[in-house]
Nanobody
Framework: QVQLVESGGGLVQPGGSLRLSCAAS????????MGWYRQAPGKQRELVAR???????NYEDSVKGRFTVSRDNTKNMVYLQMNSLKPGGTAVYYC????????????????WGQGTQVTVSS
């Protein structure tokens, strides 16, 4: 069993910054791509940013230049530094990780965290 636990959400004023963290634990042999998604009220969940095991990243267009995704493979953690936050950034942010359970398998399984609320408001 694998658990992903997010932290770092909260209330921030427009233009402010927050750093989200996500810790993966459990039956993990290795982790492939890790990422952050968000879901605003009444909208579908969307990709914000992701990073593969080699450190290659990609971002949703509206956050490029403002958000930075990073990871610490020794700790099975992924981070999202969010700067210059806008009211449109208000959403529940979810961590996602593709996990391989054992070295004999080539299959990665996707896992989600419970989400952390980010509210951007004055």
């Amino acid at each position: 069993q694998v658990q992903l636990v997010e932290s770092g959400g909260g209330l921030v004023q427009p233009g402010g910054s927050l750093r989200l963290s996500c810790a993966a634990s459990g039956s993990i042999f290795s982790i492939g791509t890790m990422g952050w998604y968000r879901q605003a009220p009444g909208k579908q969940r969307e990709l914000v940013a992701r990073i593969d095991s080699a450190g290659r990243t990609n971002y949703e267009d509206s956050v490029k230049g403002r958000f930075t995704v990073s990871r610490d493979n020794t700790k099975n953690m992924v981070y999202l530094q969010m700067n210059s936050l806008k009211p449109g950034g208000t959403a529940v942010y979810y961590c996602n990780a593709d996990v391989k359970y054992r070295w004999t398998s080539s299959t990665y399984y996707g896992h989600w965290g419970q989400g952390t609320q980010v509210t951007v408001s004055s």
